[in-house]
């Protein structure tokens, strides 16, 4: 294997908020990638969405030069997100790399997402320089935050970096040791080209762009390249870095990291862990992939008017092709008219998708609750995945419905244990372990229902914990349970978007909480509006909206016609909004309080 000395890939991983984004940072201010005019405060979270929450949703990689003994070295690092639900973008961007940097923050210490990342890594056989940022804060303490990485991950940390993104103190140091502690590349000079995509996105005007990492071999500009899992050709018009900008380059080879353009027309053509190699001079051996992900909530999303189908569809088409992770097939309600079962990693993941539609491609979209994947068993042993709690089969051909069950560990300083405990309980979570890391710092560890955790576990984890806690899950198995399908009708006629699945325990709770909502959300009309909670025939709650309808003119005697016409005019305005069912008009705001059926009364 021969050694490519002069390059070196790294990743940043680390647990939300603990300054990934800030120390990428300064790593381009100290290599002189940024002049002073271009800098601004999380340069890489170049989306609107990203900066106005402060989190990092898309992995960006990033080329660039420091100089160390007299040499100068090509540093590609990858800045990655923080949040559980981003994991597959944090796990895509570790294989394409030799080396990752380690993030924790002084005052926070280890975090359930730190300990997820850094598990990753070692996975990936990567070497690991623990960095201790936030030194500059009051708060901070260094000694314990060394104890906890070596008693808690394992890594000997005696030595970590201990910078201060913020002020950039320590961190030319640690561009050296970067340069000292992390391999350097190999590659076979007797294997053909080989390279892996880690990421595509696209770029309308020259199509399909590719981030890729070559491990043998070379690619330049004009090369017919082969792509081994699509089975398709095409050939280079562009090959660009970003430094941070992009910047157009001949050629890439062994080691390096650089963004592919072929003239592909659709994301479709494109398989993220896919290998590429030369058309003309093929490899027999594809590198190894990524494990496939697993979506684990699935919610309808719909426009508020009809006759936008077709732009939705375009917009969530593109979407996906800059998000592998999000999937998508058409469906169709009674209720909401054409749309599409979409399939997220979490409820985060189904947020910002959401919002990026809105903004991204100027859409009004209605969404339904979301939902996990079931399995149902039926009467004949055939076993079918159901998504939409509306394409359960009927009750006499279920034998039995299986949930899906997570792995949740919990970092909660000791004070919060109580609360917590009691919400995993109500969640019906199952205690595994309980491990004290240090005298104020424990670990809970549960087997949950992930229907449990989806709508708002994690909000309320926040707020018994007053923030402290920190969250980490990973699927495990599927379990026999005792589910039942909870409809909602509306005068009589059960509403396809509102119905839910349910634990048999807590259907009464969750209908009666649900039908008390829907009753202040549904405008009163010029008649009666039952609103219902069922399961199968039997009815288990019920509310009416009471008959009425605001007279807007009331006001107006006698003067021109044009008044009370002009006044009417503006009440029409405002049902615009609204969904006309059968002959109840449910307004948006209905189909989000099922989201929120937990919160108590």
Request: net charge negative; glycine share 6%.
């Amino acid at each position: 294997m021969k050694k490519i000395e002069n390059i070196r890939n790294f990743s940043i991983v680390a647990h939300i908020d603990h300054g990934k984004s800030t120390l990428s940072d300064r790593l381009l201010e100290y290599t002189g990638s940024l002049s002073e005019r271009e800098q601004t405060d999380q340069f890489l979270d170049d989306m609107e969405l990203e900066k106005e929450r402060g989190i990092t949703i898309k992995a960006r990689a990033v080329t660039v030069f420091h100089e160390y003994q007299g040499k100068t070295y090509e540093l590609n690092f990858i800045d990655t997100p923080g949040h559980v639900d981003f994991s597959y973008e944090v796990s895509r961007a570790l294989t394409s790399c030799e080396g990752a940097l380690l993030v924790v923050d002084a005052t926070q210490g280890v975090e359930a997402q730190t300990l997820a990342n850094v598990y990753m890594a070692i996975d990936n056989d990567l070497a690991i320089v623990p960095v201790i940022n936030k030194i500059d804060l009051p708060s901070a303490d260094v000694e314990k935050t060394k104890a906890e990485i070596t008693d808690i991950i394992g890594i000997d940390a005696s030595d970590a970096a201990l910078v201060s993104a913020k002020t950039g103190v320590g961190v030319r140091e640690l561009l050296d040791r970067i340069v000292t502690e992390i391999p350097c590349p190999e590659t076979d000079p007797a294997m053909k080209t080989r390279a892996l995509i880690f990421d595509s996105w696209f770029d309308s005007y020259v199509g399909v762009r590719m981030l890729v990492r070559v491990f043998d071999g070379g690619i330049k500009t004009g090369d017919m390249i082969y792509l081994m899992h699509s089975e398709a050709a095409y050939e280079v018009i562009e090959i660009a870095k970003y430094m941070p900008f992009l910047k157009k380059v001949d050629s890439v080879s062994a080691g390096e990291v650089a963004v592919i353009a072929a003239g592909i027309k659709t994301i479709h053509d494109v398989k993220i862990g896919e290998t590429i190699t030369l058309a003309d001079d093929m490899t027999a051996e594809p590198l190894p992939g990524f494990k496939p992900m697993k979506q684990m909530v699935y919610c309808g999303i719909f426009p508020v008017e009809t006759s936008k189908y077709e732009e939705v569809k375009r917009a969530v088409e593109k979407l996906a092709l800059n998000d592998s992770s999000f999937s998508f097939e058409p469906e169709n309600s009674s209720a909401l008219g054409f749309g599409f079962r979409c399939g997220f990693l979490g409820m985060l993941h189904l947020e910002i998708v959401k919002e990026r539609l809105e903004r991204e491609f100027d859409l009004e979209l209605i969404t339904t609750a979301p939902s996990v994947a079931y399995q149902v068993v039926l009467t004949n042993k055939e076993v079918v995945m159901v998504e939409n709690p509306d394409k359960l089969p009927k009750q006499q051909y279920i034998d039995h419905i299986q949930e899906p069950i997570v792995n949740v560990s919990i970092f909660t300083p000791a004070e919060f244990i109580g609360g917590l405990v009691k919400l995993c309980l109500d969640k019906r979570g199952r205690q595994k372990n309980m491990t004290y890391q240090t005298s104020d710092r424990v670990i809970l560890e549960y087997e949950m229902p992930l229907s449990e955790i989806v709508y708002d576990f994690y909000d309320k984890l926040k707020s018994i914990s007053r923030g402290f806690a920190s969250l980490d899950y990973e699927f495990s198995h599927y379990e026999k349970s005792q589910l039942v399908k909870m409809d909602i009708l509306i005068n009589g006629e059960p509403v396809d978007a509102l119905a839910v699945i349910v634990h048999r325990e807590k259907a009464y709770q969750v209908g009666r909480s649900l039908v008390m909502k829907m009753r202040r959300v549904i405008p009163r009309q010029m008649y009666d509006v039952a609103i219902q909670a069922a399961l199968g025939s039997t009815i288990i709650s019920r509310e009416t909206v009471k008959a009425y309808r605001k007279d807007v003119t009331a006001k107006c005697y006698g003067g021109d016609v044009s008044r009370k016409r002009k006044l009417l005019e503006k009440q029409k305005e405002g049902k615009k909004k609204m969904k006309q069912l059968g002959n109840v008009e449910i307004p948006q705001e209905a189909f989000l309080v099922v989201l929120d059926t937990t919160s108590e009364e």
